[in-house]
């Protein structure tokens, strides 16, 4: 059974850090992307950062480009975003998912999830 277990969310102030974890399992993490998506309340999800396990092609949303980095440590199966300059409107509901790595783009990221994780909620206060 394929799960995603995000973690690490939590409340920080404007300008603080936090480093969400996705711990995956029940798949061969080599040849996938892994993918971390938000949504805020009465917004649509977007794509925040992907990262393809086997060779480390990452991508990041404009709205994140220089304060979040996404790293993968295939021993453990685990994805990790590092959220640094925290703003209020990074305030979300933070998802990881999967694909074959195949579906993933330097231009768009990840797309076409097959596996979605529950979600970690990170509240930025100003």
């Known amino acids: 059974e394929v799960q995603l277990q995000a973690s690490g969310g939590g409340l920080v102030q404007a300008g603080g850090s936090l480093r969400l974890s996705c711990a995956a399992s029940?798949?061969?993490?080599?040849?996938?992307?892994i993918g971390w998506f938000r949504q805020a309340p009465g917004k649509e999800r977007e794509g925040v950062s992907c990262?393809?396990?086997?060779?480390?092609?990452?991508y990041y949303a404009d709205s994140v480009k220089g304060r979040f980095t996404i790293s993968s440590d295939n021993a453990k199966n685990t994805v990790y975003l590092q959220m640094n300059s925290l703003k209020p409107e990074d305030t979300a509901v933070y998802y990881c998912?999967?694909?074959?790595?195949?579906?993933?783009?330097?231009?768009?990221?990840?797309?076409?999830?097959?596996?979605w994780g529950k979600g970690t909620l990170v509240t930025v206060s100003s």
């Open positions: 998912a999967t694909v074959d790595s195949s579906y993933y783009s330097d231009y768009e990221g990840c797309i076409g999830m097959d596996y």
């Open positions: 029940g798949f061969t993490f080599d040849g996938h992307a």
């Open positions: 990262i393809t396990s086997s060779d480390g092609r990452t």
